[in-house]
C-alpha cells in the first residue's frame, strides 16, 4: 500500500507563491506518473500538472507559464511551485501517483486527501 501525504497549503494574497510537497511512503516498488489535481467547490476536479518517472512534464493551460512540478524519486516527493498566484487557483489540491508496491502485480492509482490553498485579498 502507498499513502500520499501532501503539504504547503495555506492562505496567500494574489500575486503570492506557495510550494506543494507530496511524500509518498509505504512497500513502494517504484513510483510512475504523479501528478497535481485541484478541486474548487461546485467544480470538477481537474489535472493542473503531471510529471512522469523520466521528469517529462505537462500543464493546464490555466498555469502553464506560473506553475512547475518537480519529483525527486529518491525522496519518492512530488513538488508543484506555484508563483503569481490568482484567485481562481483557489481549490483543494490533491497529489496522484501510479505505482507498484513490493509483493504485488501490476500499476496501482493513489490520491493524497488534498491540501487547501486559498488565493486571497
Known amino acids: 500500500q502507498v499513502q500520499l501525504v501532501e503539504s504547503g497549503g495555506g492562505l496567500v494574497h494574489p500575486g503570492g507563491s506557495l510550494r506543494l510537497s507530496c511524500a509518498a511512503s509505504g512497500s513502494i516498488a517504484s513510483i510512475n506518473a504523479m501528478g497535481w489535481y485541484r478541486q474548487a467547490p461546485g467544480k470538477q476536479r481537474e489535472l493542473v500538472a503531471v510529471?512522469?518517472?523520466?521528469?517529462?512534464?505537462g500543464y493546464a493551460d490555466s498555469v502553464k507559464g506560473r506553475f512547475t512540478i518537480s519529483r525527486d524519486n529518491a525522496k519518492n516527493t512530488v513538488y508543484l511551485q506555484m508563483n503569481t498566484l490568482k484567485p481562481e487557483d483557489t481549490a483543494v489540491y490533491y497529489c496522484n501517483a501510479d505505482a507498484v508496491v513490493v509483493g504485488k502485480r501490476g500499476v496501482y492509482n493513489y490520491w493524497g486527501q488534498g491540501t487547501q490553498v486559498t488565493v486571497s485579498s
Open positions: 510529471i512522469t518517472s523520466g521528469s517529462t512534464t
